[in-house]
């Protein structure tokens, strides 16, 4: 499992809440406006670090789309997940059309090379 930088800033949140309420136990004991703010905080923080879970791509997804010297690669999109590694590549007035790319812990790779490749869908499964 890799952390993204959510991860680190919730981890520093929870040690930072962690000391502030040591220290203000130790000096003057518990009060409610600072018991509502570290909550806050504590919530803040929380919600941060789940936002970052959901929208982490996994360790290792690749994509690339490239299309060079006159290449085209149009309505022909890319959805990977799980460590997928994808390649769309058009090159030398090559064309891909409507031939979009699924990939789940898989690798695919299309490469039109001075020809054609039309309505030619990829569903790759590991």
């Known amino acids: 499992?890799?952390?993204?930088?959510a991860a680190y800033?919730?981890?520093s949140t929870v040690?930072?809440?962690?000391?502030a309420i040591l220290v203000n136990l130790i000096t003057s004991?518990?009060?409610?406006p600072l018991?509502?703010?570290?909550?806050?905080?504590?919530?803040?923080?929380g919600l941060l670090l789940w936002i970052d879970r959901r929208t982490a791509t996994p360790a290792g997804t690749r994509v690339s789309?490239?299309?060079?010297?006159?290449?085209?690669v149009i309505r022909s999109g890319v959805r990977a997940s799980r460590g997928a590694q994808?390649?769309?590549?058009?090159?030398?007035?090559?064309?891909?059309d409507r031939s979009p790319v699924?990939?789940?812990g898989a690798a695919g790779n299309q490469t039109a090379d001075g020809g054609t490749i039309s309505e030619s869908p990829l569903d790759l499964r590991e």
């Open 1 to 5: 499992m890799r952390f993204g930088p």
């Open 9 to 11: 800033a919730a981890s």
């Open 15 to 19: 040690l930072g809440l962690a000391s």
């Open 29 to 32: 004991g518990w009060s409610w």
């Open 35 to 45: 018991a509502a703010f570290l909550g806050g905080v504590s919530v803040a923080s």
């Open 65 to 72: 789309v490239t299309a060079t010297r006159g290449g085209k």
């Open 86 to 96: 994808v390649d769309q590549r058009a090159t030398d007035a090559g064309e891909i």
């Open 102 to 104: 699924r990939a789940s």
